[in-house]
């Protein structure tokens, strides 16, 4: 955005006790991102080169994660949860490379978004040492209160220290801002713990950069960039939102959803335009759809590529690896799992296609199943372009069936099955006329039998 270098520190020691977890409360998933992830993504997309996460409760965890999502990041360790300001001091040796912005932002408020901090680092750059991002809750209680004089940001008072007078102010701190580099340590070592809670508090560098002759504002963002979570009820509201957001943005990009809040995507979800997706479709993470692809209702995607035209579902189940290229089709209640569907191949009913290739223009009965596990290993199936496999054949791997090969139904194939050969891997048909009838007859004679004895015996 600028050509001024920037450090995100990301708040993360809270215990969040109210989750009732065994996982560290940020570690918690949005759309298939663990809530700090979406932060430090936040961050990122806001211009920051640097991120400094500070943690604490379920240190080794964290760090497990952060190295999969922020592999850049560095974590610090604070001991003990003395207060915001005190956790912000844990990244000094992040804070003092000298960064000329320092944003801080909180690990469990996962829906911040890159443009809130960017409208706060252009205050920055504009002059001012502290921008405080501030929103108006529909019920400002718990939340510190933007006290301002003249367009300048004076204090930050928390509920518990607030006068009546402050407590009616509707402004409040987010708990985020953006701090001038040049400033932050020294503004940060000047904070003390005489207040309610008797915690350091991050706020507090408000009214000490203001008596320095600093100058401090505050800027608005909406609720939900503010909204911070503690259970499991507010995780599930920031889920709404951010799937609201995300079809918003879908359909804004050409992507038809008949029923958007019916449609469950992923953070990390590609969908091209002039895709249809019917009611009640969920993509799992790695999932990526061209355009002009069908997606039929109540299908279950997740690490799955969908080319062009395409047509998945309805009650289709793809998962990892299943890579479908043009005009290939998937159909009602199949599963497809690390396997190719090359050009316009059909895999239509009721089939198990997995680590397997499906040729182009190959057509799979319903019921097919590849056998590809024997309990230990996975093997391949190999089916040649234009191949014919009839319905409710086994195909045990590994095994090839050639180019145009055709498979009569029924069949258990366990050998190679040459370009355009025909296979039976199944018993003959005996046909013995009459015996039907004979069969009947017997049987209806004897259960007759049967019924006579029993009521002599009463
Ligand atoms: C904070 C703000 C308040 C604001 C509110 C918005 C301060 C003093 N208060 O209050 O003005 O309205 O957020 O939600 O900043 N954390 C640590 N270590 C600590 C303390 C906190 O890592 O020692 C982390 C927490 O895990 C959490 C974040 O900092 O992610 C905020 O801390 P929390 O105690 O929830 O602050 P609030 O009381 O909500
Ligand atoms: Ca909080």
């Given at each position: 955005m600028n050509q001024r270098t920037c450090l995100s520190v990301i708040l993360a020691a809270g215990e969040g006790t109210r989750m009732k977890s065994a996982l560290p409360k940020v570690l918690h998933q949005i759309a298939g991102l663990p809530m700090v992830a979406h932060v430090v993504k936040a961050a990122e997309a806001a211009g920051a080169s640097g991120v400094a996460l500070v943690i604490g409760h379920g240190a080794d965890e964290m760090r497990k994660t952060a190295a999969k999502f922020a592999p850049e990041a560095e974590t610090f360790v604070q001991e003990k949860r003395l207060g915001t300001a005190h956790a912000v001091i844990a990244a000094r040796a992040a804070i003092s490379k000298g960064y000329d912005d320092v944003l801080v932002m909180f690990g469990d408020t996962p829906l911040i978004d890159a443009q809130a901090l960017a409208t706060a680092r252009r205050k920055l750059a504009e002059g001012a040492a502290v921008a405080v991002i501030g929103f108006r809750p529909p019920n400002p209680a718990g939340y510190g209160r933007l006290i301002e004089q003249a367009g300048r940001l004076v204090a930050i008072r928390e509920e518990k220290d607030c006068s009546e007078a402050e407590k009616k102010i509707g402004f409040c701190n987010a708990g985020m801002m953006a701090v001038a580099g040049a400033h932050a340590l020294k503004l940060l070592d000047a904070v003390g713990n005489?207040?309610?809670?008797?915690?350091?508090?991050?706020?507090?560098?408000?009214?000490?950069?203001?008596?320095?002759?600093?100058?401090?504002?505050?800027?608005?963002?909406?609720?939900?960039?503010?909204?911070?979570?503690n259970n499991r009820a507010e995780l599930a509201q920031a889920e709404a939102i951010w799937q609201q957001r995300r079809r918003h943005e879908a359909m804004l990009s050409g992507v038809t959803l008949i029923a958007p809040e019916t449609v469950y995507f992923s953070h990390d979800t590609e969908i091209g335009a002039d895709t249809i997706v019917e009611p009640n479709v969920w993509f799992g993470p790695g999932v990526m759809v061209a355009s002009g692809a069908k997606i039929h209702a109540f299908s279950h995607i997740e690490g799955a590529t969908i080319a062009s035209n395409c047509n998945v579902g309805p009650f289709a189940r793809l998962r990892p690896g299943a890579d479908l290229r043009n005009k290939a089709k998937v159909g009602n209640f199949c599963e497809v799992k690390q396997a190719v569907i090359e050009e316009g191949a059909k895999v239509n009913h009721l089939t198990y296609i997995g680590d397997a290739r499906v040729g182009a223009g190959a057509n799979i009965g319903a019921g097919t199943i590849t056998c590809n596990y024997d309990g230990y290993s996975k093997f391949f199936t190999d089916i040649g372009e234009g191949a014919f496999i009839g319905s409710n054949s086994s195909l045990v791997a590994p095994v090839t069936i050639g180019n145009g090969g055709y498979i009569a139904s029924g069949s258990v194939i366990t050998e190679t099955v040459p370009d355009d050969a025909l296979a039976f891997g199944r018993a003959r048909q005996k046909t013995i006329p009459g015996k039907g009838k004979e069969l009947r007859e017997r049987f209806a004679s004897a259960a007759a039998a049967k019924k006579k004895a029993a009521g002599a015996d009463h």
């Open positions: 005489k207040n309610a809670k008797g915690e350091y508090y991050l706020t507090d560098i408000v009214e000490i950069a203001g008596a320095q002759g600093l100058d401090v504002v505050a800027t608005e963002a909406s609720f939900e960039n503010a909204l911070g979570i």
